[in-house]
């Protein structure tokens, strides 16, 4: 069986950066499964497709060209590396992802990303709907008030002005869509591991769930 580590959590937790440092320590593939509903959200404002038109965006979805070349992610050949990670994006992400039309389709292309020698999944539902035979499930969490200085960080350093007081707002409010929804919640599974970073270097969290995997295995 190829191993697999699914790496849940909510946003600004820091998960993506620990998921690739983890793939990159053991020499496994990587998952950002957020950049899928990322792209899924910037091809449907591209369309001008609505979320109420939930058949159309998973027809949509199904005819997406989504490729992975290192750090860059291109859409339909068109670099949207950047263009993804804004508030916005992820905010419309959350929405599709609510949408169990866009997460059906987006289901095989997911589990086609399982290759040798293994696989870091990075995500909301990774341990619980798409893999749930992973070998080791990870929820990768911190406090609201720490993401939020985290994203406020990111954000500064990439020259982009940002209010700590809104980014906290935002980011409560994209946990609460993101947890409540109907289909595919996100929520610590029973049999993950829970791993709080607010006091946390990323060496540390990497460090950890290397251990833990290596208890697994
Ligand atoms: O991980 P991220 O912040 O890039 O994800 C953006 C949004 O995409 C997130 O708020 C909810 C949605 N998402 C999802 O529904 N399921 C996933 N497996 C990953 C992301």
Same mark, same amino acid.
């Given at each position: 069986? #190829? /191993?697999?580590?699914?790496?849940? $959590? /909510?946003?600004?937790? &820091?998960?993506?950066?620990?998921?690739? *440092?983890?793939?990159?320590?053991? $020499?496994?593939?990587? +998952?950002?499964?957020?950049? %899928?509903?990322?792209?899924?959200?910037?091809?449907?404002?591209?369309?001008?497709? =609505?979320?109420?038109?939930?058949?159309?965006?998973?027809?949509?979805? %199904? &005819?997406?060209? #989504? =490729?992975?070349?290192?750090?860059?992610?291109?859409?339909?050949?068109?670099?949207?590396?950047?263009?993804?990670?804004?508030?916005?994006?992820?905010?419309?992400?959350?929405?599709?992802? *609510?949408? /169990? !039309?866009?997460?059906?389709? +987006?289901?095989? +292309?997911?589990?086609?990303? +399982?290759k040798e020698p293994g696989l870091v999944a990075d995500g909301r539902d990774m341990g619980s709907v798409i893999f749930p035979e992973a070998q080791l499930k990870v929820f990768l969490t911190a406090t609201p008030q720490i993401? !939020?200085?985290?994203?406020?960080?990111? %954000?500064? !350093?990439?020259g982009i002005s940002a209010n700590i007081d809104i980014l906290t707002q935002d980011l409560v409010e994209r946990d609460l869509r993101d947890t409540q929804r109907e289909t595919a919640p996100l929520v610590q599974s029973e049999?993950?591991? %829970?791993?709080?970073?607010?006091?946390?270097? #990323?060496?540390? *969290?990497?460090?950890?769930? #290397?251990?833990?995997?290596?208890?697994?295995?």
């Amino acid at each position: 069986m #190829i /191993p697999i580590i699914a790496i849940d $959590g /909510p946003t600004a937790s &820091g998960k993506g950066t620990v998921a690739q *440092a983890v793939a990159k320590e053991l $020499g496994f593939h990587y +998952l950002d499964s957020g950049a %899928l509903y990322r792209i899924v959200g910037l091809a449907s404002q591209q369309a001008n497709v =609505e979320f109420s038109q939930h058949q159309q965006l998973g027809k949509m979805c %199904l &005819g997406l060209q #989504i =490729e992975f070349v290192g750090n860059q992610v291109f859409l339909n050949q068109k670099d949207v590396t950047e263009a993804i990670r804004t508030e916005e994006m992820g905010h419309r992400a959350s929405s599709v992802g *609510a949408i /169990p !039309a866009v997460r059906e389709a +987006l289901f095989s +292309l997911q589990k086609g990303f +399982l290759k040798e020698p293994g696989l870091v999944a990075d995500g909301r539902d990774m341990g619980s709907v798409i893999f749930p035979e992973a070998q080791l499930k990870v929820f990768l969490t911190a406090t609201p008030q720490i993401r !939020a200085q985290r994203r406020y960080k990111q %954000l500064i !350093a990439k020259g982009i002005s940002a209010n700590i007081d809104i980014l906290t707002q935002d980011l409560v409010e994209r946990d609460l869509r993101d947890t409540q929804r109907e289909t595919a919640p996100l929520v610590q599974s029973e049999d993950a591991f %829970l791993l709080d970073t607010s006091n946390k270097t #990323i060496e540390a *969290a990497v460090q950890q769930i #290397i251990v833990w995997y290596q208890s697994v295995k």
